[in-house]
């Protein structure tokens, strides 16, 4: 297992921007494919971005499609989603997850595709 911790939530306007960060501990990262959920309120974890093993591809919710980007730097561990020209509608809590994948530039979206999972950074963006 690695041991995933989510950072670089807080509260931002409306347009602002956070970079979340996901380090990972107890195993290298660069063995896994990562992705990105968030869970608003009242509503079921949903698919945010993803990146595969070599970081080489990358896919999006229509929704952050062109706003948010997801990189990694295994040389520290770390993946990351930047996140511009944030909205309201973007308030959630935000989680990191990671699985072995198939081939390095294979990604996943379904939250039942991926074995370990951080804990979670709160983002609220004000309007």
């Known amino acids: 297992q690695v041991q995933l911790v989510e950072s670089g939530g807080g509260l931002v306007q409306t347009g602002g921007s956070l970079r979340l960060s996901c380090a990972a501990s107890?195993?290298?990262?660069?063995?896994?494919?990562i992705g990105w959920f968030r869970q608003a309120p009242g509503s079921e974890r949903e698919f945010v971005a993803a990146?595969?093993?070599?970081?080489?591809?990358?896919y999006y919710t229509d929704s952050v499609t062109g706003r948010f980007t997801s990189s990694r730097d295994d040389a520290k561990n770390t993946a990351y989603l930047q996140m511009n020209s944030l909205k309201p509608e973007d308030t959630a809590a935000y989680y990191c997850?990671?699985?072995?994948?198939?081939?390095?530039?294979?990604?996943?979206?379904?939250?039942?595709?991926?074995?370990?999972w951080g804990q979670g950074t709160q983002v609220t963006v004000s309007s």
């Open positions: 990146i595969s093993q070599s970081g080489g591809v990358t």
């Open positions: 107890g195993r290298t990262l660069w063995k896994y494919a």
């Open positions: 997850a990671a699985r072995v994948p198939f081939s390095n530039s294979v990604y996943y979206t379904s939250r039942d595709d991926y074995t370990d």
